[in-house]
């Protein structure tokens, strides 16, 4: 099981980024799939939430700026950030449960600086 995290980097205060989770070796048709981060110093923290039948939660800081979604056909879920604020600022990883196991992606790296 692989998940490959990419398209973090460096943004404005209110501008966007849009994350994508690629996943590999897993059932992903059945898969809750979540995003987590972590800034520096603070615990992870699950920020969005999809089910495997489409059913969406967020976190309060990010309800109305951010939506996740997947796509079965290529085995990939995404974070569409909007109106990124610096309190953004983290790693996100990219999180499944696979057969019993907790699985992480590496992480990609979201900077909201002016």
């Known amino acids: 099981v692989q998940l490959q995290a990419s398209g973090g980097g460096v943004a404005h205060p209110g501008g966007s980024l849009r994350l994508s989770c690629k996943t590999t070796g897993m059932n992903f048709r059945e898969a809750d799939m979540n995003w987590y981060r972590q800034a520096p110093g603070k615990q992870r923290d699950l920020v969005a939430s999809i089910t495997s039948g489409g059913s969406t939660n967020y976190a309060d800081s990010v309800k109305g700026r951010f939506a996740i979604s997947r796509d079965y056909a290529r085995n990939t879920v995404w974070l569409q950030m909007n109106n990124l604020e610096p309190e953004d600022t983290a790693v996100y990883y990219c999180?499944?449960?696979?057969?019993?196991?907790?699985?992480w992606g590496q992480g990609t790296q979201v900077t909201v600086s002016s």
């Open positions: 999180n499944t449960f696979n057969r019993g196991s907790e699985r």
